[in-house]
């Protein structure tokens, strides 16, 4: 059976969110998918929303009504993949302790702003990361509180040019986890649609939101 795929964007426009959703949709569509996108919050609480075999937010911030992120919630622990990339699941619903657990990260800084930084890939043999080499990437260099649950796929280390009381700290760029049966997968990678065309960012992003799909 075709697999389905939920797509919802909004926020900060400096994110280009809507063309980061077309995106998604492009890479999802590419695996077979059947996709859904949608500027409407509300569909990622809808009653029917287990029936998505993934969601991704490509939101900043933003706002979900507690009923309907109960509906969210309720569908990732029963199956439903979540997935996103730079600011999607790191700053989306901010305000939502429900949310933030099944997200298992939160943007807290980009030291420097834009600025060019290693991404060190650390599980070559991961399938989301097979064939991909370390390089260099010029964007925000996120730092994230995040859930030592997590399974670690590439991370950055931070020089200390900019906040020397943070130098030599190492940071997870690409992982996954799981939220009950859901399983999560994340890239602080993206911080515009532009980046998600670097052939590495988008090889992680679509084999990520493949992974996260419910199987």
Same mark, same amino acid.
Request: no cysteine; aromatic share 10%.
């Given at each position: 059976?075709?697999k389905?795929?939920?797509?919802?964007?909004?926020?900060?426009e400096?994110?280009?969110?809507e063309r980061g959703?077309h995106? =998604?949709?492009d890479l999802? *569509?590419?695996?077979g998918?059947?996709v859904?996108v949608?500027p409407?919050?509300?569909?990622?609480?809808?009653?029917?929303? $287990?029936?998505?075999d993934?969601? =991704?937010?490509? @939101?900043?911030?933003?706002?979900?009504?507690p009923?309907?992120?109960?509906?969210? @919630?309720a569908a @990732?622990?029963?199956?439903t993949?979540?997935a $996103?990339y730079?600011?999607g699941l790191a700053?989306?619903f901010?305000?939502s302790?429900?949310f %933030?657990?099944?997200a298992? &990260?939160?943007? =807290?800084?980009h !030291? $420097?702003? /834009? /600025?060019t930084?290693k =991404?060190?890939v650390t %599980?070559?043999d991961?399938? @989301?990361?097979?064939? /991909?080499?370390s390089?260099?990437?010029t964007s925000? +260099?996120?730092?994230l509180?995040?859930d !030592?649950?997590v399974?670690?796929l590439?991370?950055?280390t931070?020089?200390?040019?900019?906040h020397p009381?943070?130098k030599?700290v &190492?940071?997870?760029v690409?992982?996954?986890t799981t939220?009950? %049966?859901?399983r999560v997968?994340?890239?602080?990678? $993206?911080h515009?649609a532009? *980046?998600?065309?670097i052939?590495q960012? %988008?090889t992680i992003? +679509?084999r990520?939101?493949?992974?996260?799909?419910?199987?």
């Amino acid at each position: 059976m075709t697999k389905r795929a939920l797509v919802v964007w909004g926020g900060m426009e400096l994110h280009t969110p809507e063309r980061g959703a077309h995106v =998604v949709r492009d890479l999802l *569509e590419e695996e077979g998918f059947a996709v859904t996108v949608t500027p409407d919050y509300d569909a990622l609480g809808a009653e029917d929303v $287990g029936s998505n075999d993934l969601v =991704v937010p490509v @939101i900043t911030d933003g706002v979900l009504a507690p009923e309907k992120m109960n509906n969210l @919630i309720a569908a @990732i622990r029963a199956g439903t993949g979540l997935a $996103g990339y730079h600011m999607g699941l790191a700053t989306t619903f901010r305000a939502s302790v429900p949310f %933030r657990y099944a997200a298992s &990260v939160y943007w =807290v800084q980009h !030291p $420097g702003n /834009i /600025i060019t930084y290693k =991404v060190d890939v650390t %599980r070559s043999d991961h399938p @989301i990361m097979a064939g /991909i080499e370390s390089f260099e990437h010029t964007s925000e +260099q996120y730092y994230l509180n995040y859930d !030592p649950a997590v399974e670690v796929l590439a991370t950055t280390t931070f020089s200390g040019e900019f906040h020397p009381w943070r130098k030599d700290v &190492v940071m997870p760029v690409v992982f996954t986890t799981t939220h009950d %049966r859901g399983r999560v997968f994340y890239s602080s990678l $993206g911080h515009t649609a532009d *980046e998600l065309e670097i052939p590495q960012v %988008r090889t992680i992003l +679509q084999r990520g939101l493949v992974w996260a799909a419910r199987g």
